[in-house]
């Protein structure tokens, strides 16, 4: 059977890094901590009549996001067998599948944890940290429009609400052939 699109994506460091971001902003928990932690701090700032608390939010937020940060160059560096793969991916009405060196992987549309779109990238998310993205240089507007319209069915299948915020994102390895 031939597939309805084709695309080809490569997982380097920004795409990791990328797909971190998203999946951290997309937790509600995440937002709403931030969030609370702000409000927290810019209250005690006016209360005590200095910025010392809101400094102190601002230095917190930029060391989480400095390890988070180390945390999943570190993965991404130990997973060889993902790092700065060439991905060829095939698009049928009910799956996709994945090619690359270290394997294949065919992944049905209703198995996907959540398909998410920015303005740079496709992640298709097999869970809430593991995932592959594709890049939108790599697809025409045929293929967007496709993923576009899988984008409820799979967003609405399940929630990231109970997850941990300080996991790293790392593209599954698949079997090899």
Not at 74 to 81: E, G, K
Not at 98 to 122: C, K, M, R
Request: aromatic residues 12%; positive net charge; contains cysteine.
């Amino acid at each position: 059977m031939e597939p309805l699109f084709t695309a080809k994506s490569q997982f380097t460091w920004e795409e990791c890094w990328q797909m971190t971001k998203t999946a951290l902003l997309r937790r509600r928990h995440t937002a709403l901590a931030v969030v609370a932690l702000v409000l927290l701090c810019v209250l005690f700032s006016a209360m005590a009549g200095h910025p010392y608390p809101l400094l102190l939010c601002i230095l917190f937020l930029a060391v989480y996001m400095l390890v988070v940060r180390v945390n999943t160059r570190r993965a991404f560096l130990a997973n060889r067998v993902m790092r700065d793969q060439n991905m060829s991916f095939s698009f049928y009405a009910d799956r996709f599948e994945v090619e690359y060196s270290g394997g294949h992987a065919v992944i049905p549309f209703d198995q996907l944890f959540a398909l998410w779109e920015t303005d740079t990238n496709f992640y298709l998310m097999l869970s809430p940290n593991q995932g592959y993205a594709l890049s939108r240089e790599g697809c025409n507007e045929d293929l967007a429009a496709f993923l576009r319209t899988m984008l409820p069915r799979a967003t609405a299948q399940r929630s990231v609400s109970a997850l941990s915020v300080t996991s790293t994102i790392t593209a599954l390895p698949c079997s090899s052939k």
